[in-house]
């Protein structure tokens, strides 16, 4: 690739900025790189495997997260629940069939 090539690469990048379409900067920089790097080389020499391996630690991380706090939201869901129903049950204007399904 030539230095033209990869210049004018970045004169358009530099256009994009002035203009303040910063979406087309990034697309204009990413064609440059993109141009320069061989990815598919990189990828083969194993750049990018840490990036995968924190996503997958990533989501491991949240559903334990998810798993271990089970018991907690199920006690503040309960709680929820029966503060919900004291407060259903406290109007003395309640339908008595109302009531007996709250209560029971």
């Known amino acids: 690739i030539s230095q033209e090539h990869t210049s ?12 303040g379409a910063y979406s087309k900067l990034q697309e204009n ?4 790189i993109k141009e ?5 080389v ?7 495997e840490r990036g995968l391996s924190l996503q997958r630690a990533k989501i491991e991380a949240l559903a334990r997260l998810v ?10 869901l309960f709680a929820l629940r029966e503060g ?9 204007d309640m339908w008595v069939c109302a ?6």
């Open 8 to 19: 004018y690469a970045v004169l358009r990048a530099r256009d994009a900025y002035d203009q």
């Open 29 to 32: 920089l990413a064609n440059m």
């Open 36 to 40: 320069k790097v061989d990815v598919a």
């Open 42 to 48: 990189l990828q083969a020499a194993g750049f990018g």
């Open 67 to 76: 798993e271990l706090s089970g018991p907690m939201r199920a006690k503040v």
């Open 84 to 92: 919900v129903k004291d407060c259903a049950l406290a109007d003395p």
């Open 99 to 104: 009531r007996r399904r709250f209560e029971g």
